[in-house]
């Protein structure tokens, strides 16, 4: 049974600092990795995905990577900004199954 | 391109009472998913449609939820009768096909409120 999970589960960063958000899932069988945001009260904004054959994508300041073999992904966020305080959440699919951590709560203080 | 859309967007109800939320993807899109999210937890998936067909329910609680996805674009979720645990967003994903790049969209999401 895949189980996903996010590392730290809060965390509150000065403005201007790069920072790295993890999650880590104990089954390698899977198709791909998406990570998204939520805003208080709001929906989930997808960020990036990385298929299974894939080892990193990049939007903008973000930067997601993949080690399937680990069972690792990391979320890089570059020269953070108070719009970027939100909920990171990283969800798994793999079998007809998406398997969501439960967040990572990022506060970023300008 | 619009984006799923969710109704109601709020939603308070007593115990035992039923409640239905309405979800349209965005258009194209041949899968369809429902998710509870209970505050401070991540979404976890309620039901998966390809199409018109159900492809994954096994964390349906079948005895009060109930879905169904007519013509294979719009669905419908049914909670009867409601319980206090109920209280959560539910939300609701589309995609273009599911493996491979099936990058996920979410709507907005409906908070319900059990009493």
């Known amino acids: 049974k895949q189980e996903v999970t996010q590392i730290p589960a809060a965390l509150s960063v000065p403005e201007g600092e790069n920072l790295v958000l993890n999650c880590s899932f104990t089954?390698?069988?899977?198709?791909?990795l998406q990570w998204f945001r939520q805003d208080p009260g709001k929906g989930l904004t997808s960020l990036l995905l990385?298929?299974?054959?894939?080892r990193e994508q990049t939007s903008g300041r973000l930067n997601a990577s993949l080690d399937k073999s680990s069972g690792r992904s990391t979320l890089y966020i570059a020269a953070s900004q108070p719009g970027d305080s939100a909920t990171y959440l990283c969800?798994?699919?793999?079998?007809?199954?998406?398997?969501f951590g439960a967040g990572t709560r990022l506060f970023v203080k300008a | 391109e619009a984006g799923v859309a969710q109704s109601p967007r709020y939603k308070i109800i007593e115990k035992r009472q039923s409640v239905a939320f309405w979800c349209n993807p965005i258009?194209?899109?041949?899968?369809l998913y429902w998710y509870q999210q209970i505050l401070g937890q991540g979404p976890k998936l309620l039901i998966q449609?390809?199409?018109?067909?159900?492809?994954?329910d096994s964390q349906l609680p079948k005895d009060r939820f109930s879905a169904e996805r007519l013509k294979g674009v719009d669905s419908t979720l049914k909670i009867q009768p409601a319980k206090l645990e109920d209280s959560a967003v539910y939300l609701c994903?589309?995609?273009?096909?599911?493996?491979?790049?099936?990058?996920?969209?979410f709507g907005p999401g409906t908070r319900l409120t059990v009493l």
């Open positions: 994903a589309s995609s273009r096909r599911d493996s491979g790049d099936n990058e996920q969209f």
């Open positions: 089954d390698s069988a899977i198709y791909n």
């Open positions: 990385i298929q299974s054959s894939q």
């Open positions: 969800a798994v699919t793999g079998g007809f199954k998406t398997i």
């Open positions: 258009s194209g899109h041949a899968t």
């Open positions: 449609f390809q199409n018109n067909g159900v492809v994954d």
